[in-house]
């Protein structure tokens, strides 16, 4: 099952929505009253060749612990870049419907932010 919480009633909203990383390898969704632990595998963020974590995945476990904020300077945004078209496509296959950029960016102060909750719980 790759999406989450979708239901015809629902008015789902990224805003709505709490990703808390549990581990190097899982996230836990939370919507209203619904969860669901997804590992990276799960989610598409696996390596093809290797099986590991993608540069996107670690992005995101990164972004986790700074409040779902991804910084960026010039010199490497393309790189960057690159993670944040992958973050993108991911959390819209996982959330079909909702509307708007899940991860838009803040040009004036050089960072992209998730537009739900995004926390770290791992130790």
Not at 14 to 36: M, S, Y
Not at 45 to 66: C, H, I, M, R, Y
Request: glycine share 6%.
């Amino acid at each position: 099952e790759t999406n989450l919480f979708i239901s015809k009633e629902t008015e789902l909203k990224w805003q709505g929505i709490t990703a808390t990383v549990l581990n190097n390898t899982e996230i836990l969704f939370q919507f209203k009253d619904k969860g669901t632990t997804k590992n990276y595998q799960q989610m598409g963020f696996e390596n093809k060749k290797n099986g590991l974590p993608t540069k996107a995945w670690k992005t995101l476990l990164d972004a986790s612990q700074v409040g779902g904020e991804i910084s960026y300077d010039n010199s490497y945004r393309s790189k960057v870049e690159k993670s944040v078209q992958a973050l993108r496509k991911t959390f819209r296959a996982l959330f079909p419907g909702v509307p708007d950029d899940p991860l838009p960016i803040d040009k004036k102060n050089n960072i992209y932010k998730f537009k739900f909750h995004l926390k770290n719980n791992s130790k």
